[in-house]
Each structure stands twice: as C-alpha cells, then as structure tokens.
C-alpha cells in the first residue's frame, strides 16, 4: 500500500511540473529575444557633451576602432566641446619607428595643421593591456597638463566598461577631475542586429565577458 501512494504522489508532481514547463520555456524564449534585441546597448553608456572640457582623451584600440576614436576626438575639436586632444600611443611601432611623428603626420595629412596642433601624444608602455592599466598611465599625462575636466573618447562597445574603470581610477588618483565619456560608432560593432555578424558577435562576446568581470571583481 504505502508503495502505491508513493507511485501515485509521484506521478501528482510529474503532472504538476510538466505544467509549469511550457511558462519556463516561455519565459526562457522572451529573454533570449530580449537579449538579442537590447543585448548590444547593454555595452553602450555615454554621457552628454559638456559646453567645454580642457580635452578629449582618445583611448588606444584596434586599428579600425583607433581612427574611430580619432575621428570622434577631432569632431569635438572642431565643435570647440574641448581645447585639446591627447592620443594614447606606444612608444614604438612595430618596426622600431617612434610612433608620435608617424601619428602627427598622418594626423595632419588628415585634419590640416591647426587641429593636428591641438593633439599631445602620451607614450603608454608595452606592458600596459588593459583598460585600467591605461587609464593609470593616461594619468600622469592628464596631471602634467593640469587638465581638470577631459573627455575620454572610446567605441560605443567599449564605453560602459571604460566609463565604469576611468571613473573609479580618477575618484582614487584625482577626485578633481570631472570626466565624461564619448562613445562613438566603431566599425567592429552594430548595437542592432549584433548577432548576425561574426565580428560583432565576437565584439560583444569578450567586451559583454570583460564588463560582467568588472562588474563583480573592479
């Protein structure tokens, strides 16, 4: 007897959670929609242009994603939202030229003299590969010019993480400083449709991975 009430009791709650499963699998479909549409913002947050900020501040990237940046910065020169413009580089390119000269050259050749004038250079070592690690290099070039209100300009993918890490790095180096973040479009990634190209989608998979890990660990 008490083998059949255990059979039949089994049985009760096999109904009862079969029922429940089409809502799971229901709820499981409008969050994977949901991410798919909205998951590409998730990465984004920029902030409103101020009236005019000391300098923008343009953030080493991929190639693509550097003249992205630069091309951002230099559209904030030429809208006076700021004065100036510092470019993080390496000390050397590849094949041991000093990078500053090639970078003011091919700034010059591009934006005219007047604005290329505008740009500093600030050498960040090899040993720098992270956000956080540049952000504390950029740094000391920021204090030397005694800047108090920069710009960071960064892809739209990257600014979210890079807004999260610049503003906990300034609150501990120079709580003076005011800061605002310039995301601008990078051709390595569409915020709509992300999943349905391989580069966005990998774009999104490591920044999404890297923003979730400073989220939790800083």
């Not at 479909?29 to 000391?54: H, Q, T, Y």
Request: charged share 20%; net charge positive.
């Amino acid at each position: 007897m008490p083998s059949t009430l255990n059979r039949t009791e089994a049985k009760r709650r096999s109904r009862a959670s079969l029922r429940w499963l089409p809502w799971l699998l229901a709820a499981v479909i409008v969050v994977v929609v949901c991410f798919l549409r909205w998951g590409g913002e998730l990465l984004i947050a920029g902030d409103s242009m101020p009236k005019n900020a000391n300098a923008a501040v343009i953030l080493q990237g991929s190639t693509t994603g550097e003249k992205a940046r630069i091309v951002g910065a230099f559209r904030l020169l030429q809208q006076g939202v700021v004065n100036q413009a510092l470019l993080s580089v390496p000390p050397e390119s590849y094949w041991g030229e000093a990078v500053p000269p090639i970078a003011h050259a091919y700034l010059e050749k591009n934006y005219g003299a007047e604005l290329a004038g505008k740009v500093d250079f600030c050498i960040v070592g090899p040993g720098v590969d992270s956000t956080e690690q540049e952000a504390i290099a950029l740094d000391k070039c920021i204090r030397e010019h005694a800047w108090k209100s920069i710009v960071v300009v960064t892809s739209n993918y990257h600014s979210r993480r890079a807004g999260i890490i610049w503003r906990k790095m300034i609150g501990k180096l120079d709580p003076s400083v005011r800061l605002w973040i310039n995301e601008v479009p990078d051709p390595e990634f569409q915020p709509r449709g992300w999943w349905h190209v391989r580069l966005y989608a990998k774009t999104w998979f490591f920044e999404f991975t890297k923003l979730i890990w400073t989220i939790l660990f800083g």
